[in-house]
């Protein structure tokens, strides 16, 4: 069974940064292409940002030049560096594999996990 557990989310203020993690049991990552998604109170759910098996990254617009995506193989994980955050950014934030294009989540969703930005 493919499961994916979201961590790393919290209370920062503007400016600052963290990193989220995404960690994958039951499926190779490395094999799989990856998104970030995120969810505001009364909004829809969006793709932020997305690895593909090559390494290949994609942002939107709206988080471009300030998040960065990655993964580590051997840890099977992969994670969304968050630098000079805003307020905007605030949002629950769920990973997921994707597929497609436009991509798509494969997955049911997660828990996710709360970023909150505000000072």
């Known amino acids: 069974q493919v499961q994916l557990v979201e961590s790393g989310g919290g209370l920062v203020q503007p400016g600052g940064s963290l990193r989220l993690s995404c960690t994958a049991s039951?499926?190779?990552?490395?094999?799989?292409?990856v998104g970030w998604y995120r969810q505001a109170p009364g909004k829809d759910r969006e793709l932020v940002a997305r690895?593909?098996?090559?390494?290949?990254?994609f942002y939107a617009d709206s988080v471009k030049g300030r998040f960065t995506i990655s993964r580590d193989i051997a840890k099977n994980t992969v994670y969304l560096q968050m630098n000079s955050l805003k307020p905007e950014d605030t949002a629950v934030y769920y990973c997921n594999m994707v597929a497609g294009l436009p991509p798509a989540a494969l997955l049911g969703w997660g828990q996710g996990t709360q970023v909150t930005v505000s000072s």
């Open positions: 690895i593909t098996t090559a390494g290949s990254t």
């Open positions: 039951g499926v190779m990552f490395s094999m799989r292409n």
